[in-house]
């Protein structure tokens, strides 16, 4: 099973230098471009008189720090969090020196200085968007007040009334800070998501690995009985030919009772071959005992159940062994086990069309405020002090219920998550039955082993 904290490598640290100095320079040059564009469309268009000298100056700025970065590192070069702070603030700071050589918030491209910010937000940690924040507000706040004015050909300064300037402002901001919580929220959802998924694909990968090994072991096994068969019948002819001979009659022993326990070995590794049915389909008690079984030893009795309340003589179902049921339920029963005070109960039911399993403890139960939300990604809570001190591993609750219910739910599952003590759960028969209850069902058709041909019946125990 997978650490809940083991695959979370991949957060703002990491993320920031997933972004290519390429991508950056490239964005550069487009900001360069409709700068200068801008600025074309002002003087020929509008005739306005700007200070074409201290303009140039700005976005030549931004042209060499653009040459530097193309000729001093490499194409491939990824930027770290330092550097790709370092690039935007050189941005936001050039953008901001050109609105103050072109009128400030009377500009109408002032609202331009939230795109730096809100982009700092969806690729930085917290404190570097914190600081582009102040630093771009602060900025506004200036430029609101100090600026070289806009001319028009005549010379009449192009200002707009102070109300519209304090408007601009207050809308720069809030749209600033709006926009770069939106960015940041999502981006992190969507981060969190993609880690959480990884994890998911991780565990399934491990629980596939563990399912084709017991198939090989079976291959093995089946393989390897022919020549040891061979092995022991040649020397137990030599055993017969070398009973004069006392030595060589000893190492005839040895190969035989050597070929026993390479036999011996096999067969309690695995049985019955490479087409055991047993290692692709079993019965769904059969299952659950092998999702429930490394929690066997963990100091909380176990107590398997069955509750069929169809009179009719319905056969248990014999279902797939994916390995995204196997884990799916050992990760629910592991939860069970955790907040149990002393008892799991695993009760399973069927019918003709459903099957069903209920895990529940006698636990404190899921907090009334996290039922809604158990499954998302890394959601967890803190126990009691007396629950952690009683199994101080356990970290909490978020990871593992994300990856249990999804893969389950890759199957077709549909999971139920509520307390025992606030509901009339029809299953639960005894009164120490008042904690946690999750309730996986399936439709039969989904995972059922498919119909053998043949006909041939299989000895099906429940528990």
């Not at 030893?297 to 176990?302: A, L």
Request: net charge negative; glycine share 6%; hydrophobic share 45%.
């Amino acid at each position: 099973m997978i650490p809940e904290n083991a695959v979370i490598i991949s957060r703002d640290n990491q993320r920031s230098q997933w972004i290519r100095l390429r991508t950056m320079i490239l964005l550069r040059w487009v900001a360069i471009l409709g700068q200068s564009a801008a600025v074309l469309v002002a003087v020929q268009f509008y005739n306005l008189r700007l200070e074409l000298d201290l303009i140039i100056f700005a976005i030549g700025i931004s042209v060499a720090g653009n040459l530097v970065a193309m000729f001093v590192f490499p194409k491939n070069e990824r930027l770290s969090e330092k550097q790709n702070m370092a690039m935007i603030l050189f941005d936001l700071l050039q953008l901001l020196l050109l609105l103050f050589f072109t009128g400030g918030l009377n500009n109408p491209f002032a609202v331009l200085v939230i795109a730096p910010v809100a982009i700092s937000a969806t690729s930085l940690p917290l404190r570097y968007t914190l600081s582009l924040g102040i630093i771009a507000i602060v900025a506004v706040t200036v430029l609101a007040n100090y600026n070289y004015p806009l001319l028009t050909e005549q010379g009449f300064v192009l200002r707009v009334p102070n109300i519209f300037i304090f408007g601009n402002w207050t809308a720069i901001v809030i749209s600033m800070l709006f926009l770069s919580f939106y960015s940041r929220k999502v981006t992190v959802e969507v981060n969190d998501m993609s880690d959480a998924l990884f994890a998911t694909q991780m565990a399934l990968s491990r629980e596939q690995k563990l399912t084709d090994l017991g198939g090989v072991v079976a291959a093995a096994a089946h393989e390897l009985g022919t020549p040891l068969a061979t092995i022991k019948l040649a020397s137990s002819e030599l055993m017969d030919e070398l009973k004069d001979r006392k030595e060589l009659l000893e190492d005839a022993l040895l190969i035989r009772d050597q070929a026993d326990r390479c036999r011996d070995i096999l067969q309690s590794m695995g049985q019955a071959g490479k087409d055991d049915q047993h290692m692709r389909n079993a019965p769904v008690s059969e299952v659950i005992r092998e999702a429930a079984e490394p929690h066997l030893d963990r100091g909380v009795e176990i107590i398997f159940e069955l509750n069929l309340k169809s009179k009719e003589d319905i056969s248990q179902p014999v279902i797939q062994r994916l390995p995204e049921i196997i884990h799916g339920l050992r990760n629910m029963i592991q939860n069970a086990i955790d907040f149990a005070d002393s008892k799991v109960w695993i009760i399973l039911s069927w019918s003709e069309s459903d099957i069903k399993i209920t895990i529940n403890d006698d636990g404190p139960g899921f907090p009334v405020q996290m039922i809604s939300r158990i499954g998302d990604p890394f959601v967890s809570y803190r126990k009691s002090s007396s629950v952690r001190n009683k199994q101080i591993e356990y970290e909490g609750m978020g990871l593992g219920l994300f990856i249990a219910k999804t893969l389950l739910e890759r199957t077709n599952a549909k999971l139920n998550f509520s307390n025992g003590a606030s509901r009339s759960v029809d299953v639960l028969d005894n009164e120490g039955q008042i904690g946690a209850v999750v309730e996986i069902s399936w439709t039969r058709s989904d995972i059922e082993k498919k119909k053998n041909l043949s006909g041939e019946n299989e000895n099906l125990n429940v528990f």
